[in-house]
């Protein structure tokens, strides 16, 4: 169903950030778009006055605050935001430098939060809007070798959309966070992944993960980034949307794995865990 509402979608050059924002201006939707560098805008093809194309730098806060600026001097409001963008980081915890860890931080989390906060006057004054945080299957598994400051990242998101689901609901503000699976787009290449600086050879099942995400997974994911913008679109008009959305088939199986892992693991600790009440 298409309506009028205004969308502000990060990290718009790439992945399913661009099959969004090409679905969205098909559909007549209002768009504005951000990417690092505006040239890599113009892939998303539009030129009509429903689109705002916005070279944004997340990590800056004012760089931030003047795009939401712009963006209700061109349409009046906002009413979906979704924070699509990052980056994944490789490397094991005792490899990553302090600072290739808080880059990714910056970008994945303080990014998305720079935004959250610029955009919740708007909705709080409407009392209206949907945010839309987009973190990854990594984001409730964390079992994957050679991944793990990027998996904290998306824990992170988790938990500052559960605490904003909570906190905005008084205004009639919506968040969800969404776990993509493995979509077929370029995540897995480079200019989305990073590498570390150093790598510790010792770390045998990290350095096959990698080579196995970059090998055999790469070209070979099961998700449609088409079909995961047509989720995004139903997710907005949906009138209650949920807390927690799974995408994909394989975020599905991998939850449920994780879910049963927790349900066997407190059946078979609760004497311990009701132990230490008084």
């Not at 778009?33 to 997340?58: H, M, Q, W, Y």
């Not at 955009?119 to 973190?135: E, F, Q, T, W």
């Not at 927790?262 to 004497?271: F, G, W």
């Amino acid at each position: 169903m298409k309506t009028n509402k205004v969308w502000f979608v990060t990290g718009a050059s790439k992945g399913l950030g661009l099959a969004l924002s090409k679905a969205l201006l098909a559909a007549g939707y209002p768009l504005a778009a951000t990417s690092r560098n505006k040239e890599g805008l113009k892939e998303i093809g539009g030129a009509s006055p429903g689109f705002l194309p916005l070279e944004v730098d997340l990590t800056d806060e004012r760089s931030v605050k003047e795009a939401v600026e712009k963006t209700v001097e061109t349409f009046g409001h906002i009413d979906v935001v979704v924070n699509n963008a990052g980056y994944g980081q490789w490397g094991t915890l005792e490899e990553l430098t302090q600072a290739e860890i808080r880059r990714n931080f910056d970008v994945n989390v303080f990014g998305a939060l720079n935004v959250i906060k610029s955009v919740m006057p708007y909705l709080r004054d409407k009392k209206s809007g949907h945010i839309i945080n987009i973190a990854s299957t990594g984001g409730f598994v964390g079992t994957f070798p050679g991944f793990g400051i990027y998996i904290a990242t998306k824990f992170a998101l988790v938990g500052l959309t559960e605490s904003l689901s909570a906190e905005a609901k008084e205004f009639g503000i919506q968040a969800t966070i969404v776990y993509p699976g493995y979509f077929r787009t370029n995540f897995l290449e480079k200019g989305s992944i990073m590498l570390p600086g150093r790598q510790i050879e010792q770390y045998q099942a990290a350095r096959q993960s990698g080579k196995w995400h970059l090998e055999e997974m790469n070209g070979n994911q099961l998700g449609d980034p088409q079909k995961a913008a047509t989720a995004f679109i139903q997710l907005a008009e949906t009138a209650e949307p949920p807390l927690h959305f799974f995408m994909g088939s394989d975020a599905f199986q991998l939850a449920h794995q994780k879910i049963d892992l927790l349900q066997y693991e407190l059946a078979a600790y609760e004497s311990l865990t009701k132990s230490t009440d008084f």
